[in-house]
């Protein structure tokens, strides 16, 4: 058999997956870790399956990264990026800024020269993206205060390789720095250019990139859709990708940072969600094999011939960084157990050391022999990082108290009933009682873990979850419902829910909840036709009651009430044509109000037809309960 042939690496590399990982998770190691050990073990320092085309899979592997970098920026929408700008400028820059200093630091006191310590100060500043977010989003701790902070480091980490890449060929002089301009890593768009022309150049692209994510891919996506054809949708998300790869590539750019940016742009698409699921098996498989190359570029043999000088090495990075993530964590106020989530989580160094190491190398920065020790020393500290964090999270955790809940994962439904209500506080309870009562059984879910808790301990059936993903509500029966009632809260959540309804689930009837106007008109723009304002009819019953109270019959405040409501309703459904800012807003509303308070005071002086309860029910039976009495 042809050991070299591509089909023999990929069962190689497949087999070890399918084997590590089951195992590493079954013993608590998680993935990230049995990856690394399957690497170490095909490597060619262990069985040698695998050989020196390691660094070419770690690079085909690495898009890997790419790809996460994009779904992470899927789910932050620009709001949450710009709550996040004081971390990832302050916290990131200080950190990059801080850790350089002091890693150079050491350099110098172990005898290398000024240039020398610069550079692997730079570069070993840097942690892993890949290794520490799927981490964190396999324990479910991204979103605690010290996940968002680890983020946002990663995310400054991300962005300040760019300027690494031009600072490191001005470490060697001039001479090295014009030979290796077209070395391995080819040539750019900049190449030849002005400075100032290609800063303008990138700050072109990026532009470009916002604006053509926000008016050119949605349409293009929109388009693909209609085809009905998944494996297209596969494909135009995979061909976005790839073309912002490329782009930042030619640019000289760091092609995660790219696909970041085209992230957070579409996070507020209507399809994000099915980006996400396209793209997420591709990006696992690619991460995995991305750690697999990692651990089979350790060089066992270097370690066994300087042993001492590689553990010293490996234990000097995860300890002054963890110094300095430890005191940046204190300085911006992390609480104990989240500071200490962030600073294990980051010690390690980072998979841009080995493209930076490789660049460092060819521009004469860095001797062969010393980029070889620290390439080492950078895996073996990210190998490292499942278990510093298992470390963290059984023996260190539970001493200091673990303040923050990590993200709660989505409960399992097994039911699927006519009705769903989204939402289960105050609103939705009353509507999922009147159901009830009259043998009418509805699937309850709502987003709040204290509120879920709480009602089942009365005996409601809720299922946590967030309503606006449509895999959760296929689990809830979407498919075979007849209607839907959306009772949030946040009416922006509902809008989003109602987009997903349209796209996954149209034969489903909408009942939506609406706060005022303002939500009510962009509920009935987006098409849903049952629009239930939630304060409108306790106001109505409010009025009614005034009216009565002030000697009205009660027959002619429910008719007034009724009147109204008629009027009042049509006038929302033509006023949501037009929005707040339009000039003819105001007096549009003026001359309806005015116009509907004639009107209903014409109709008001002829018998309408009245309800059951428009007249005044306690006289009557008094009335009648006496003459039956006599």
Same mark, same amino acid.
């Given at each position: 058999?042809?050991?070299?042939?591509?089909?023999?690496?990929?069962?190689?590399?497949?087999?070890?997956?399918?084997?590590?990982?089951?195992?590493?998770?079954?013993?608590?190691?998680?993935?990230?870790?049995?990856?690394?050990?399957?690497?170490?073990?095909?490597?060619?320092? $262990?069985?040698?399956?695998?050989?020196?085309?390691?660094?070419?899979?770690?690079?085909?592997?690495?898009?890997?990264?790419?790809?996460?970098?994009?779904?992470?920026?899927?789910?932050?929408?620009?709001?949450?990026?710009?709550?996040?700008?004081?971390?990832?400028?302050?916290?990131?820059?200080?950190?990059?800024?801080?850790?350089?200093?002091?890693?150079?630091?050491?350099?110098? %006191?172990?005898?290398?020269?000024?240039?020398?310590?610069?550079?692997?100060?730079?570069?070993?500043?840097?942690?892993?993206?890949?290794?520490?977010? =799927?981490?964190? =989003?396999?324990?479910?701790?991204?979103?605690?205060?010290?996940?968002?902070?680890?983020?946002?480091?990663?995310?400054?980490?991300?962005?300040?390789?760019?300027?690494?890449?031009?600072?490191?060929?001005?470490?060697?002089?001039?001479?090295?720095?014009?030979?290796?301009?077209?070395?391995?890593?080819?040539?750019?768009?900049?190449?030849?250019?002005?400075?100032?022309?290609?800063?303008?150049?990138?700050?072109?692209?990026?532009?470009?990139?916002? $604006?053509?994510?926000?008016?050119?891919?949605?349409?293009?996506?929109?388009?693909?859709?209609?085809?009905?054809?998944?494996?297209?949708?596969?494909?135009?998300?995979?061909?976005?990708?790839?073309?912002?790869?490329?782009?930042?590539?030619?640019?000289?750019?760091?092609?995660?940072?790219?696909?970041?940016?085209?992230?957070?742009?579409?996070?507020?698409?209507?399809?994000?969600?099915?980006?996400?699921?396209?793209?997420?098996?591709?990006?696992?498989?690619?991460?995995?094999?991305?750690?697999?190359?990692?651990?089979?570029?350790?060089?066992?043999?270097?370690?066994?011939?300087?042993?001492?000088?590689?553990?010293?090495?490996?234990?000097?990075?995860?300890?002054?960084?963890?110094?300095?993530?430890? %005191?940046?964590?204190?300085?911006?106020?992390?609480?104990?157990?989240?500071?200490?989530?962030?600073?294990?989580?980051?010690?390690?160094?980072?998979?841009f050391a080995f493209v930076l190491f490789s660049f460092a190398s060819g521009s004469g920065v860095l001797p062969e022999a010393v980029s070889s020790v620290l390439v080492a020393v950078v895996a073996i500290?990210?190998?490292?990082?499942?278990?510093?964090?298992?470390?963290?999270?059984?023996?260190?955790?539970?001493?200091?108290?673990?303040?923050?809940?990590?993200?709660?994962?989505?409960?399992?439904?097994?039911?699927?009933?006519?009705?769903?209500?989204?939402?289960?506080?105050?609103?939705?309870?009353?509507?999922?009682?009147?159901?009830?009562?009259?043998?009418?059984?509805?699937?309850?879910?709502?987003?709040?873990?204290?509120?879920?808790?709480?009602?089942?301990?009365?005996?409601?059936?809720?299922?946590?979850?967030? %309503?606006?993903?449509?895999?959760?509500?296929?689990?809830?029966?979407?498919?075979?419902?007849?209607?839907?009632?959306?009772?949030?809260?946040?009416?922006?959540?509902?809008?989003?829910?109602?987009?997903?309804?349209?796209?996954?689930?149209?034969?489903?009837?909408?009942?939506?909840?609406?706060?005022?106007?303002?939500?009510?008109?962009?509920?009935?723009?987006?098409?849903?036709?049952?629009?239930?304002?939630?304060?409108?009819?306790?106001?109505?019953?409010?009025?009614?009651?005034?009216?009565?109270?002030?000697?009205?019959?009660?027959?002619?405040?429910t008719r007034a009430v009724q009147a109204f409501r008629r009027h009042d309703e049509h006038m929302v459904r033509e006023l949501a044509q037009m929005r707040r800012d339009d000039p003819g807003y105001v007096?549009?509303?003026?001359?309806?109000?005015?116009?509907?308070?004639?009107?209903?005071?014409?109709?008001?002086?002829?018998?309408?037809?009245?309800?059951?309860?428009?007249?005044?029910?306690?006289?009557?039976?008094?009335?009648?309960?006496?003459?039956? %009495?006599?």
């Amino acid at each position: 058999m042809d050991h070299d042939s591509f089909f023999f690496q990929a069962f190689i590399y497949l087999a070890a997956a399918v084997i590590s990982v089951p195992v590493a998770k079954r013993l608590g190691l998680g993935s990230v870790l049995g990856y690394l050990l399957a690497g170490m073990i095909i490597g060619p320092f $262990v069985l040698g399956l695998v050989g020196q085309e390691g660094q070419d899979v770690m690079h085909f592997a690495e898009f890997g990264v790419v790809m996460m970098l994009f779904l992470v920026g899927l789910e932050l929408e620009p709001s949450l990026l710009w709550r996040l700008r004081v971390p990832i400028l302050g916290l990131g820059g200080l950190q990059v800024a801080a850790t350089s200093i002091v890693l150079a630091g050491i350099a110098l %006191a172990l005898g290398q020269s000024v240039k020398v310590a610069l550079a692997c100060g730079m570069i070993l500043a840097l942690s892993s993206t890949a290794i520490v977010l =799927q981490t964190l =989003q396999e324990k479910n701790l991204l979103k605690t205060s010290g996940g968002q902070s680890s983020f946002a480091v990663l995310l400054f980490q991300d962005i300040a390789v760019i300027p690494m890449l031009a600072v490191l060929p001005l470490l060697a002089g001039a001479e090295h720095a014009a030979g290796h301009s077209k070395g391995e890593h080819g040539s750019t768009w900049l190449d030849g250019l002005p400075g100032w022309l290609g800063g303008l150049l990138i700050l072109g692209a990026l532009g470009g990139l916002i $604006v053509a994510g926000r008016y050119l891919v949605r349409p293009a996506f929109r388009w693909i859709a209609k085809t009905r054809l998944r494996e297209i949708f596969t494909a135009a998300a995979l061909l976005l990708v790839v073309a912002i790869t490329l782009l930042m590539t030619r640019l000289g750019l760091s092609p995660a940072l790219g696909t970041f940016v085209a992230g957070v742009v579409l996070a507020t698409s209507e399809y994000r969600h099915e980006l996400e699921s396209e793209i997420e098996p591709f990006k696992g498989l690619l991460l995995g094999l991305f750690f697999i190359a990692v651990g089979a570029s350790i060089d066992f043999n270097l370690i066994l011939r300087e042993p001492a000088l590689v553990a010293g090495l490996v234990l000097a990075l995860l300890g002054a960084k963890f110094v300095v993530l430890a %005191a940046l964590g204190k300085i911006f106020r992390l609480g104990l157990d989240q500071n200490l989530l962030f600073s294990f989580a980051l010690a390690q160094g980072g998979e841009f050391a080995f493209v930076l190491f490789s660049f460092a190398s060819g521009s004469g920065v860095l001797p062969e022999a010393v980029s070889s020790v620290l390439v080492a020393v950078v895996a073996i500290s990210m190998a490292l990082t499942p278990l510093v964090m298992i470390l963290n999270e059984r023996l260190v955790q539970p001493r200091v108290g673990t303040r923050e809940k990590p993200e709660r994962a989505d409960d399992e439904i097994h039911e699927a009933n006519p009705v769903i209500i989204a939402g289960y506080g105050r609103f939705g309870q009353v509507v999922a009682r009147l159901l009830a009562t009259n043998g009418v059984k509805s699937t309850l879910l709502d987003i709040d873990s204290d509120q879920v808790d709480l009602v089942r301990r009365f005996g409601a059936r809720v299922y946590y979850g967030d %309503a606006t993903r449509h895999d959760l509500l296929a689990a809830a029966g979407a498919s075979s419902a007849k209607l839907i009632v959306l009772a949030l809260d946040n009416p922006e959540k509902t809008l989003e829910l109602v987009h997903t309804l349209g796209k996954h689930f149209p034969h489903l009837t909408i009942l939506a909840r609406a706060r005022g106007r303002n939500d009510a008109y962009s509920l009935l723009n987006a098409g849903v036709t049952h629009v239930y304002r939630e304060v409108f009819d306790t106001s109505l019953a409010v009025g009614k009651d005034a009216l009565h109270l002030l000697g009205f019959r009660a027959h002619r405040a429910t008719r007034a009430v009724q009147a109204f409501r008629r009027h009042d309703e049509h006038m929302v459904r033509e006023l949501a044509q037009m929005r707040r800012d339009d000039p003819g807003y105001v007096n549009t509303v003026r001359e309806r109000t005015s116009a509907i308070e004639e009107v209903l005071r014409a109709e008001l002086g002829y018998t309408e037809q009245a309800d059951e309860n428009a007249w005044d029910s306690e006289p009557l039976v008094k009335a009648y309960g006496n003459q039956a %009495a006599e």
